[in-house]
């Protein structure tokens, strides 16, 4: 696969279409399946208000994973992403009923670089609060 969008009709500022991801306790299960990672935050209420969260939390990497995808779904090519890197600065916070969460995630070039690449800074929120920080990419455009 090849990146669907050319380099020359990129410019500093071009926003990528915003996405949102629901998130339940459905989802952080069949998470914690694929990735082997079990750890009692993500699916245990009692475990997490024990350790002092406000209630069981989506996986960190699930939720770099999500956020990635405002990228992923832009370029149409996953493997376009050159370097992704995000620090986490606060926790998906999933409740236990219906509705879960919803990470809001928005894109925009922050730079043009050499050999094709762009720089592209993602933030990514729930419940007004900004989840991931320095989120960043570098993406090899067509």
Same mark, same amino acid.
């Given at each position: 696969m090849t990146a669907k969008i050319?380099? @020359?009709?990129? +410019? =500093? @500022?071009? +926003?990528? !279409? *915003?996405q949102t991801f629901p998130v339940t306790r459905a989802t952080l299960v069949q998470y *914690?399946? *694929?990735s082997g990672d079990f750890n009692p935050i993500h699916w245990n209420e #009692? /475990?997490?208000? +024990? =350790? @002092?969260? !406000?209630?069981?939390?989506?996986?960190?990497? /699930?939720t770099m994973a999500e956020a990635i995808r405002v990228v992923t779904d832009w370029t149409g090519d996953p493997g376009a992403v050159v370097e992704y890197g995000v620090r986490f600065t606060k926790p998906v916070v999933v409740p236990n009923d219906d509705e879960g969460a919803v990470i809001e995630v928005s894109g #925009? =070039?922050?730079? #043009?670089l050499d050999e094709k690449t762009v720089r592209v800074d993602l933030t990514a929120m729930c419940n007004g609060q900004k989840v991931l920080g320095m989120s960043r990419a570098v993406v090899r455009l067509a």
């Open positions: 050319a380099y @020359g009709d990129v +410019e =500093v @500022g071009t +926003e990528l !279409p *915003a *914690a399946g *694929a #009692k /475990f997490a208000k +024990e =350790v @002092g969260l !406000p209630d069981v939390i989506a996986h960190g990497m /699930f #925009k =070039v922050a730079a #043009k």
